[in-house]
């Protein structure tokens, strides 16, 4: 066993497929190579185990609220290499903002695993990482798809389809993301109740919604792959109003859509979770994503990301 390890993940933004991926339709998720999550251990030689974050500063045990899954995870780890009386600091030092669509708590749960399974010296593959990140993300969020910790663990942006394919691929398209928070907490797990609802209450409608959300992604992969730009962004605003058919949207964010839009952006949606969150918009070039980010500023938005498409190395912040 080592003294001190270190994890890491990253935050995500769906491009295509929100709600829709909960009911197996296909989705399209980018790692946001930039914006990450650290998690170090330390072990201490007293008993204690500490956890530190920008949000908490105590003990282990006494972690809870929208804390209690990353609890649970790391008994669970801790219980697993048989090390329950372990002394320990755990710090979390994250670039992700909390419930904002950027797959914070996903990104958590990796990073935990992974620091673990390198303080134990042990292997980690990627099926045993997924499946232990649902500990968290099932206590944190409802059912949740896979495709938040499918995303975060990945350096590539990746097809996925729930329990059946998590594909990475390579994308070489020119364009930029703009990434652009509300401020407003989404809350996955109201929001996927809210479709559910929806789907109770008009299942033919919400059906034909959640198809056509599938099929926006698998028509979004074809444009990636053939360098449609401006075919990927009209999919993203059709994309974004189905979305808010499925009742996820939010006043802030349709004023954020609208505003990149108007200000040339390719296409515009709604990313995760919705009702708060963050929105994605398409720009075809830098200076049409400084434009769109300033112009979303204005409006209000709160922090903003540019990311290539195609090589999220080079992501930007701007705030
Ligand atoms: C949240 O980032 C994405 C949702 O589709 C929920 C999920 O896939 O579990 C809204």
Do not use: C
């Given at each position: ?119 134990f010296e042990e292997p ?114 059709k994309a974004h109003s ?14 954020l859509v609208k505003t ?60």
């Amino acid at each position: 066993m080592l003294t001190k390890a270190i994890g890491q993940s990253h935050a995500k933004a769906i491009l295509m497929g929100e709600h829709s991926v909960v009911y197996g339709e296909p989705a399209i998720a980018i790692p946001l190579l930039n914006i990450n999550m650290v998690v170090s251990i330390i072990i201490r030689h007293d008993q204690q185990q500490i956890i530190k974050s920008r949000y908490y500063n105590g003990s282990l045990s006494d972690l809870a609220g929208a804390y209690e899954g990353v609890r649970q995870l790391i008994v669970f780890l801790l219980e697993k290499f048989n090390a329950q009386d372990l002394g320990f600091e755990l710090t979390f030092n994250s670039q992700i903002p909390q419930e904002r669509g950027m797959g914070s708590s996903a990104a958590t749960s990796i990073a935990v695993i992974r620091a673990f399974y390198q303080l134990f010296e042990e292997p980690l593959n990627q099926t045993i990482l997924l499946k232990m990140a649902n500990i968290e993300e099932s206590i944190t969020h409802g059912s949740p798809s896979g495709i938040d910790t499918a995303t975060s663990s990945s350096e590539d942006p990746i097809f996925f389809i729930k329990n059946k394919e998590v594909t990475p691929f390579k994308i070489d398209v020119p364009g930029y993301l703009v990434i652009s928070d509300t401020g407003i907490m989404g809350q996955t797990g109201l929001a996927v109740s809210a479709v559910r609802r929806l789907f109770d209450e008009e299942p033919s409608k919400t059906r034909r919604l959640i198809s056509n959300l599938g099929e926006a992604a698998t028509a979004a992969k074809d444009a990636l792959q053939t360098g449609d730009l401006v075919g990927l962004g009209q999919l993203m605003t059709k994309a974004h109003s189905h979305l808010r058919a499925l009742g996820v949207s939010h006043p802030h964010l349709e004023t954020l859509v609208k505003t990149a839009i108007d200000t040339n952006a390719l296409g515009a949606k709604l990313t995760g979770s919705g009702i708060g969150g963050s929105i994605i918009a398409l720009a075809r070039n830098l200076t049409d994503a400084k434009h769109i980010a300033q112009a979303l500023s204005e409006v209000g938005a709160q922090e903003y990301w540019i990311s290539p498409l195609a090589n999220q190395m080079n992501t930007e912040q701007l705030t």
